[in-house]
């Protein structure tokens, strides 16, 4: 798989390609991400088509954008395993989790 790659691919939605896994692509993942947040953005959609995991350090940084900075997170994810894994961490309520082909 390639190098995980984010870019801004809407008003408040980014998209996360490629898988999610080191230090680097949390940290590429909060910037982009605290970027939306900085203009003002409530909602934000984040599109993962690729990953079939997510770092421990990513989901609490999408949980402190929820309960601290009451930010709205919609995920779209493609692959069951992610999916999957955000079920059994019983995030898919919390993260808004949607499965897309």
């Excluded at 779209?76 to 808004?96: K, M, S």
């Amino acid at each position: 798989m390639e190098e995980m790659t984010i870019r801004t691919t809407g008003d408040s939605e980014v998209t996360v390609s490629g898988n999610i896994k080191s230090i680097e692509d949390y940290q590429a993942i909060k910037e982009v991400v605290r970027d939306l947040v900085k203009k003002g953005r409530q909602a934000i959609v984040v599109n993962i088509p690729d990953s079939l995991s997510m770092t421990s350090s990513v989901i609490g940084f999408f949980l402190k954008l929820i309960y601290s900075d009451n930010i709205k997170i919609t995920m779209n994810v493609t692959d069951e395993r992610l999916y999957n894994l955000l079920d059994v961490l019983n995030l898919i309520t919390v993260f808004d989790v949607r499965k897309t082909r």
